[in-house]
């Protein structure tokens, strides 16, 4: 197997903390195991510890004023075209169509003739921009020699708008040991329902409130544990005092990996109300630390859970509703969900999921028709 000089490139990487983010460090890491020099080409986040080099691997951090939460300055995208042109890089690895700083580095990639690869880690699902959001991916995918989607959701609507070659790799999932000191969470003989998410309009974690007076109304001994913050945390809030449920909810805030893993060790049952979910990382989580899952069909996550086998995947709120019941009710389901699912993890490692990565390499690197002048 070659060996390759990678760039990872993406706006999205910590001290953010998200999927995107995990799945970057975990490939970059995965990679250099394997034996490729990895670099990843990042933004600086204000009022944050931007640390330049993670577990060996050296990060490059653009300069660049922060003008929102998704842009920086023009001269944080001119100088990652120098750092690509002057690297001697043979792989642009972007990541996130949702990323300015991933797709324009495809663009630096066909102009210095550096194969690129995107990985789409994104549905545009039912949003009212979705057609706007599918022709500026068509843009940017004109650039890339490959795409890897994380998921066969993903792979479908990523056909929609590249030309080139698409590739299905998932995402993956490893527990790497930590100094920080384990979180318990004080559960008082309930059973805890967890949710993780950013709390954002296509997560739809209010459906969970919503949801959740009829299951009190059956179950009053439930706390659900919604992990993570996000632009509607407020407004989620408020809804749990209207609906007279708010002592049944504890909001976490954001908090490091790490202690999400905790807090899932924790949980009876995980809930993912997102009908959009492009791949799933917290699926995953939940799956290692034992705790049987409920999710909606027809994302991602199906890729995943399998229904009434590994886990229960439903179509509606109410059925959302109903299968919450049901493993509230019965901890012996519970337990063969999960044990089921945890049979299935070796599917996301990520030395695996590397090796599939350096293939896709190795063809846009070999191929015939790629100019490499």
């Not at 953010?16 to 490939?27: N, T, V």
């Not at 993670?54 to 004023?65: T, Y």
């Not at 992990?227 to 749990?240: F, N, V, Y």
Request: aromatic share 8%; charged share 30%; proline share 3%.
């Amino acid at each position: 197997m070659e060996r390759y000089r990678v760039a990872l490139v993406s706006d999205w990487y910590y001290p953010k903390i998200g999927g995107i983010e995990y799945s970057i460090d975990s490939l970059a890491s995965a990679l250099k195991e394997l034996g490729h020099e990895v670099h990843i080409i990042t933004r600086r986040y204000s009022g944050r510890d931007n640390c330049n080099s993670r577990n060996g691997i050296k990060v490059i951090r653009v300069k660049g004023r922060e003008l929102d939460t998704r842009f920086i300055s023009p001269s944080a995208y001119w100088e990652t075209f120098k750092i690509l042109k002057s690297g001697n890089y043979d792989i642009i690895h972007a990541h996130g169509l949702d990323s300015p700083l991933a797709s324009f580095s495809l663009i630096a990639g066909r102009k210095f003739g550096i194969p690129s690869v995107m990985t789409n880690h994104s549905l545009a699902g039912r949003r009212r921009m979705r057609p706007l959001l599918l022709l500026a991916g068509r843009f940017f995918l004109r650039y890339a020699d490959a795409v890897i989607a994380v998921s066969s959701a993903v792979e479908k609507e990523s056909k929609i708008m590249a030309p080139g070659k698409v590739y299905q790799i998932p995402n993956g999932i490893g527990i790497e040991k930590h100094d920080r000191e384990k979180t318990e969470f004080k559960k008082d003989g309930k059973i805890v329902i967890a949710t993780v998410a950013r709390m954002t309009p296509k997560k739809r974690v209010i459906d969970i409130v919503d949801i959740a007076p009829e299951i009190l109304i059956k179950h009053s001994n439930i706390t659900f544990l919604i992990i993570g913050d996000g632009p509607l945390k407020k407004k989620i809030e408020k809804r749990t005092r209207e609906l007279g449920v708010a002592e049944n909810f504890h909001f976490t805030g954001e908090v490091h990996r790490e202690e999400v893993l905790n807090l899932l060790e924790s949980s009876e049952i995980f809930a993912l109300p997102s009908e959009d979910e492009a791949f799933g990382i917290s699926i995953l989580e939940a799956i290692s630390k034992g705790v049987a899952v409920v999710a909606r069909n027809n994302s991602g996550v199906s890729d995943i859970i399998s229904h009434k086998k590994t886990g229960l995947l439903a179509d509606s709120k109410a059925e959302m509703k109903m299968y919450i019941e049901k493993l509230v009710e019965n901890p012996e389901l519970r337990q063969k969900y999960a044990t089921s699912a945890n049979e299935e993890l070796y599917k996301y490692n990520w030395i695996k999921i590397a090796k599939k990565t350096e293939e896709v390499y190795m063809g846009v690197t070999n191929a015939e028709d790629f100019n490499h002048s």
